[in-house]
């Protein structure tokens, strides 16, 4: 098809419109539950008290507030793309933030000193009980008067536009890394998918297995694993040869293809995950994916990622057949003798060149035959 052709079929698929509205009116619809800014996601920003200040210092000055970007559901209710701070930041200063879930007795949110504003540092909104420190009415009008475009993707637009939105207006943003974004877009396309994503990251003997820091953690690395293990343990060799020059992008996209799937085999994926890690729980624990010194007889060094894509994709692969435990065990500590192993792990080598050869290797190597 033709460029053009292209262009104008893409933008007949996407159905848009926007408004200037006060922050007033934003309320109300929260206040309505006409807008949903997904809470869940509140743990994948890292906005500080500090940027919380700053942004309402920012409204108070006048300075201009940049678009918040939502979708249009069947029902009409708008859902949060891109803005989910500058809205919760809002909503949880003037006292109104997930307010069914919080307890009376909790304090107002006070602001700290900014650059322009010094004399903001201990300011609330509303305090009855503490009226010198609160914002005046002149005050909290400004606030409620000030405009914020907001660019609305209508439900007649492509089902697929939501979630590229939030994926390109967020890559590299707020979020940290790339799977607290695609945790967020698995919130938005399947819940149940995401839930069993977290249930197994929670899954104590996982978690013995990997063995990673708290920062990594942190950036949700755990989740990533579960990711790279559903979507590859069974994959076919031929697909595994496709996987294109970044192994990001391909997660990314594997993954909304598999929360779109209307037969996903939920138990297969749970079974296969936690039997692989049931084993290496019980034979190997946290030196699962660390590096054997045959030398020392021992494991050494922290986590390796290329240990995982053979030892636990291999395992998952046949863990309906696998050899006999302590033989496991074994084949575990010769990966780190195989030429194979060995030339495509090493320094330099890419995730998207290796895995066609490591996961092959893991297949063989954990075979019953």
Same mark, same amino acid.
């Given at each position: 098809?033709?460029?053009?052709?292209?262009?104008?079929?893409?933008?007949? +698929?996407?159905?848009?419109?926007?408004?200037? *509205?006060?922050?007033?009116?934003?309320?109300?619809?929260?206040?309505?539950?006409?807008?949903?800014?997904?809470?869940?996601?509140?743990?994948?920003?890292?906005? $500080?008290?500090?940027?919380?200040?700053?942004?309402?210092?920012?409204?108070?000055?006048?300075?201009?507030?940049? &678009?918040?970007?939502?979708?249009?559901?069947?029902?009409?209710?708008?859902?949060?793309?891109?803005?989910?701070?500058?809205?919760? !930041?809002?909503?949880?200063?003037?006292?109104?933030?997930?307010?069914?879930?919080? +307890?009376?007795?909790?304090?107002?949110?006070? /602001?700290?000193?900014?650059?322009?504003?010094?004399?903001?540092?201990?300011?609330?909104?509303?305090?009855?009980?503490?009226?010198?420190?609160?914002?005046?009415?002149?005050?909290?009008?400004?606030?409620?008067?000030?405009?914020?475009?907001?660019?609305?993707?209508?439900?007649?637009?492509?089902?697929?536009?939501?979630?590229?939105?939030?994926?390109?207006?967020?890559?590299?943003?707020?979020?940290?890394? &790339?799977?607290?974004?695609?945790?967020?877009?698995?919130?938005? /396309?399947?819940?149940?998918?995401?839930?069993?994503?977290? $249930?197994?990251?929670?899954?104590?003997?996982?978690?013995?297995?990997?063995?990673?820091?708290?920062?990594?953690?942190?950036?949700?690395?755990?989740?990533?694993?579960?990711?790279?293990?559903?979507?590859?343990?069974?994959?076919?060799?031929?697909?595994?040869?496709?996987?294109?020059?970044?192994?990001?992008?391909?997660? !990314?996209?594997? *993954?909304?293809?598999?929360?779109?799937?209307?037969?996903?085999?939920?138990?297969?994926? +749970?079974?296969?995950?936690?039997? !692989?890690?049931?084993?290496?729980?019980?034979? !190997?624990?946290?030196?699962?994916?660390?590096?054997?010194?045959?030398?020392?007889?021992?494991?050494?060094?922290?986590?390796?990622?290329?240990?995982?894509?053979?030892?636990?994709?291999?395992?998952?692969?046949?863990?309906?057949?696998? &050899?006999?435990?302590?033989?496991?065990?074994?084949?575990?500590?010769?990966?780190?003798?195989?030429?194979?192993?060995?030339?495509?792990?090493?320094?330099?080598?890419?995730?998207?060149?290796?895995?066609?050869?490591?996961?092959?290797?893991?297949?063989?190597?954990?075979?019953?035959?």
């Amino acid at each position: 098809m033709p460029l053009q052709e292209e262009i104008d079929k893409t933008r007949q +698929e996407i159905r848009t419109d926007d408004y200037s *509205m006060s922050i007033g009116e934003l309320i109300s619809l929260y206040q309505s539950n006409e807008i949903d800014i997904h809470p869940e996601f509140q743990r994948f920003f890292r906005w $500080s008290e500090h940027q919380k200040s700053t942004f309402i210092e920012s409204i108070l000055l006048g300075i201009p507030i940049p &678009p918040i970007f939502v979708s249009q559901r069947d029902d009409g209710i708008w859902d949060v793309v891109d803005g989910l701070q500058r809205l919760s !930041t809002i909503y949880e200063f003037i006292g109104i933030l997930g307010k069914e879930e919080q +307890e009376e007795s909790q304090n107002p949110v006070t /602001l700290q000193e900014t650059t322009y504003l010094p004399s903001l540092k201990g300011k609330k909104w509303d305090d009855p009980n503490d009226p010198d420190n609160s914002l005046t009415q002149a005050q909290r009008l400004l606030i409620k008067r000030a405009k914020i475009i907001v660019n609305i993707v209508k439900k007649e637009s492509d089902a697929m536009i939501k979630y590229e939105l939030f994926q390109r207006l967020n890559t590299g943003g707020s979020i940290a890394t &790339p799977q607290e974004v695609r945790n967020c877009i698995l919130l938005m /396309l399947n819940n149940r998918l995401y839930d069993l994503m977290r $249930s197994l990251a929670d899954y104590e003997k996982f978690k013995n297995c990997i063995a990673l820091s708290d920062r990594l953690y942190e950036e949700q690395y755990d989740m990533e694993l579960v990711l790279r293990f559903i979507l590859l343990f069974d994959k076919t060799e031929a697909d595994i040869s496709k996987l294109g020059d970044d192994v990001s992008v391909f997660l !990314t996209e594997e *993954m909304r293809k598999m929360a779109l799937e209307q037969e996903l085999d939920y138990g297969h994926i +749970e079974t296969a995950f936690k039997k !692989t890690f049931d084993i290496l729980n019980e034979i !190997t624990g946290d030196d699962s994916f660390r590096r054997y010194k045959p030398e020392q007889n021992r494991f050494l060094g922290g986590f390796l990622l290329s240990a995982f894509e053979v030892v636990a994709l291999g395992i998952g692969y046949n863990y309906e057949n696998l &050899p006999p435990v302590e033989q496991i065990c074994e084949n575990i500590k010769g990966i780190w003798s195989d030429q194979i192993y060995r030339k495509w792990s090493g320094a330099g080598v890419n995730a998207a060149r290796r895995l066609p050869y490591l996961i092959p290797l893991g297949r063989r190597i954990f075979s019953p035959v």
